[in-house]
């Protein structure tokens, strides 16, 4: 069956600029998760979603960061005002439930800022 | 704070055995889990311990000794596309993964 998917692949913006990055994950997950992932480094834990509740936004490292997933299903990572600091992959996961250990990944979105 | 400590690289030769070390310090402890990431890839799931001992699939085996915050991950008959970077990540109490840094695998013929 088809996998987690996110668009788009690559994105490069001008600082300021407003961003959304999509993720769909596998079909029947009910749990979906946002990480940021830098060079060198693990995947940093961003925001986790049960249904369409955000049961944990924790990770989201201030107020420009925001997320979505209003059916349960696809979800949209925005980031207003973006800085050079957001240049990152960022990458989706889903599991069945945020119970399971396995998550399933996503190829990720490389997002840059200039 | 929480973190996870793991070797930022290991070198190996083509059929040997290596281990990879990780330990731990998280507020809550749901299990350890290991995932492989090859280059511009996506990480992939390998294996996941919550109690003690000795977890093997395949060529992969993931150890968990609770009571010293440690575990490891074994790969056997190392092949060349074994060459990776290996995350440890411990499930905590609010159901999030906390990364390590990750081990980057380096195996020569």
């Known amino acids: 069956g088809a996998g987690v998917s996110q668009t788009p692949s690559n994105k490069v913006t001008e600082k300021g600029k407003y961003v959304e990055l999509r993720c769909d994950p596998i079909s029947g997950h009910t749990a979906l998760y946002w990480y940021r992932q830098s060079l060198g480094q693990g995947p940093e834990f961003l925001i986790y979603?049960?249904?369409?509740?955000?049961?944990?936004d924790s990770g989201l490292p201030n107020d420009r960061f925001f997320a979505v997933r209003p059916e349960g299903s696809v979800s949209t990572l925005k980031i207003q005002r973006t800085e050079r600091g957001d240049s990152a992959v960022y990458l989706c996961?889903?599991?069945?439930?945020?119970?399971?250990?396995?998550?399933?990944f996503g190829p990720g979105t490389r997002l840059t800022v200039t | 704070g929480q973190s996870l400590e793991q070797p930022s690289e290991v070198t190996a030769v083509e059929g040997a055995i290596v281990q990879i070390n990780c330990t731990y310090q998280?507020?809550?402890?749901?299990?350890l889990s290991w995932y492989q990431q090859h280059d511009g890839g996506a990480p992939t799931f390998l294996s996941y311990n919550a109690l003690d001992g000795l977890e093997e699939t395949g060529r992969f085996s993931s150890f968990l000794s609770r009571s010293d915050s440690y575990g490891y991950l074994l790969l056997q008959e190392l092949q060349m596309k074994d060459s990776a970077s290996y995350f440890c990540a411990v499930k905590d109490s609010n159901y999030q993964l906390i990364w390590g840094a990750g081990t980057k695998l380096i195996i020569k013929p």
């Open positions: 996961a889903s599991s069945l439930s945020a119970g399971d250990y396995e998550q399933y």
């Open positions: 979603f049960q249904g369409t509740g955000a049961a944990d």
């Open positions: 998280t507020s809550g402890f749901y299990g």
